[in-house]
């Protein structure tokens, strides 16, 4: 089954590559074809490698459920979720802020980004590949308490692009 998925994802890449052209990458070959074909990449979008360790001036959105959220997420990250999101959630001064979003992969989070743009921000990102690709590059995330190898993994389907940390369901 697993592979009747890659196949069909790897398949629909090809089918659209000559319509599409992304920059962004994730280390993983087939992680980083299924996310071609899955996101829109009708926001911007930024990689993991591209995000600086220490820069405190990103405000950080994390677009997965409140209990996704509470496993672990990016360091001092403010939970919006994507169901029913609101903008209240958000930051009062977010037109003014450079916002990367994020959820488990990039497509709740890409849905998230473009709410947001179409609510005046002109700084906000879609995290390709999202924690799971964070987690996978070896950046921490957090709990409650601090440092945490906890994350999330959505379901065992989304959670074989998890490579690193401690898998939660």
């Known amino acids: 089954m697993r ?6 994802l790897f398949i629909i890449n090809f089918a659209t590559l000559p319509c599409v052209s992304h920059a962004q990458q994730v280390q993983n070959k087939a992680y980083n074809l299924m996310l071609k074909a899955l996101l829109k990449h009708d926001v911007p979008e930024i990689g993991v490698s591209q995000i600086p360790k220490n820069d405190t001036a990103i405000l950080f959105l994390d677009a997965r459920t409140l209990q996704e959220y509470k496993v672990s997420h990016i360091r001092n990250a403010v939970w919006v979720g994507d169901e029913g999101f609101k903008i209240f959630r958000v930051p009062s001064d977010f037109r003014k802020r450079k916002m990367i979003v994020y959820c488990s992969v990039g497509y709740r989070s890409e849905k998230v980004a473009e709410k947001l743009e179409k609510a005046g921000c002109n700084q906000v990102k879609n995290l390709y590949g999202g924690i799971f690709e964070w987690v996978n590059e070896g950046r921490p995330v957090y ?4 440092v945490t190898k906890r994350i999330h993994a959505y379901n065992h389907l989304w959670g074989i692009w998890l490579k690193k940390g401690t898998k939660v369901y």
């Open 3 to 8: 592979k009747n998925i890659i196949f069909f």
């Open 143 to 146: 709990d409650s308490i601090g």
